[in-house]
């Protein structure tokens, strides 16, 4: 389970030159682990897309995928807290969690971004790994049904998810955030008004490549180059 979360983390963050070098890695990784032929033939299906095609192509549809439309943020409170003061409290929550592991993260990325919760989880135990997996399954669940009606490959890297968790998603849970509605990843204006108005930063100002507008610009130029418990947190 740990090699097949890691992967899946790797695959979920923004695509680096490295990431695209390290595919066939990746793929020979999962050949010769123990992960279940399932997950294994999902996350397959997201390193063959990823492979052989251009770094600019790959960051700009990140880009539009899950920095441009909040529906499919990658981070996991946005969804339960917004902007809202209880996700601050969520945030420290989770570092706590983080740090009792013996977890170190840097500035870069907030606490809640899954492919760093994900990259957590591949160090734990694998019930612990199984038990906190399955308290953001409604959040997975919802962001892989969004991204399946957009026929996304990306919808891949959620299902692999879903099979590796133990757990059923809560349905009213997942009822509720699926009712939530989409913003329009291509109304750049309307984007401009959210993150000024509700941006945040997690332990000070955590600056270029954080979230909020310096993260999503950084990726925006890079893009345009070429033409314990959780539960509590995440269910609450």
Not at 170 to 195: F, S, Y
Request: aromatic share 6%; with cysteine; glycine share 6%.
């Amino acid at each position: 389970m740990n090699i097949a979360l890691k992967i899946t983390s790797l695959l979920l963050s923004y695509p680096e030159k490295e990431l695209l070098d390290e595919l066939p890695e990746l793929k020979a990784a999962l050949a010769s682990s123990a992960v279940p032929e399932a997950v294994a033939v999902a996350l397959g299906r997201l390193i063959g897309d990823l492979t052989g095609r251009d770094l600019y192509e790959v960051q700009e549809r990140y880009v539009h995928l899950f920095d441009r439309t909040r529906a499919l943020s990658l981070h996991l409170f946005e969804h339960i807290h917004g902007e809202s003061r209880d996700r601050g409290q969520a945030m420290v929550d989770l570092m706590a969690l983080y740090e009792a592991g013996g977890f170190e993260i840097d500035a870069k990325e907030l606490p809640d971004y899954l492919p760093l919760f994900l990259e957590f989880l591949s160090t734990r135990p694998r019930a612990e790994a199984e038990e906190l997996l399955g308290q953001t399954a409604h959040i997975a669940e919802a962001i892989g049904e969004r991204l399946r009606k957009r026929e996304s490959v990306y919808a891949s890297a959620f299902a692999a998810l879903s099979l590796l968790s133990s757990a059923e998603a809560d349905q009213k849970l997942l009822k509720e955030l699926m009712a939530a509605p989409e913003d329009d990843p291509d109304d750049l204006k309307a984007l401009d008004r959210i993150w000024e108005e509700e941006a945040v930063t997690f332990g000070g100002n955590a600056g270029e490549g954080a979230c909020g507008p310096d993260r999503l610009r950084t990726r925006m130029r890079a893009a345009e180059r070429q033409p314990g418990d959780v539960a509590g947190s995440v269910s609450n």
